[in-house]
């Protein structure tokens, strides 16, 4: 006589297992909750196989979508290269056309004067009522 064997996958194996398992639950807690410490252990058992089945399933089915969620990003960014030539589109100069010079008239700019002290470097300790002081001694023009 031939032995008959089963191709099965592995997440078929899992749902078998699994079947199994709640199988041996449903039979040891037909008239409630065992109170023999023998089954007790053996129900417990069971139940922690059967929630480390489940969380593990949840487990890879979260890094499936993690990776598309990566693949995504890769791709996204891929994508940015090609737009860019392939360089770095942070040291690329957007604001400027090729061939174009921007030109700044420094008399167009504004003068601009300081008060004492307002250039120094270093912790102020003013209060609210010193600056307040020093802006009426010293007003915009």
Do not use: C, W
């Not at 409630?32 to 089945?53: F, K």
């Amino acid at each position: 006589m031939t032995a008959v064997t089963f191709e099965m996958s592995d997440d078929d194996v899992l749902d078998y297992v699994q079947g199994q398992r709640k199988r041996v639950a449903d039979m040891l807690t037909k008239d409630g909750i065992p109170e023999d410490r023998d089954n007790l252990e053996v129900l417990l058992t069971t139940l922690d196989g059967m929630g480390r089945t489940a969380l593990g399933k949840k487990k890879v089915k979260s890094e499936e979508n993690g990776n598309k969620n990566t693949l995504a990003a890769i791709e996204a960014m891929q994508l940015l290269g090609k737009q860019f030539g392939n360089t770095n589109p942070f040291l690329k100069d957007v604001n400027q056309a090729p061939g174009i010079e921007q030109v700044v008239e420094l008399d167009r700019l504004p003068q601009i004067t300081t008060v004492e002290g307002e250039k120094d470097i270093g912790i102020s300790a003013n209060t609210y009522e010193d600056f307040i002081r020093e802006r009426a001694e010293h007003p915009e023009p």
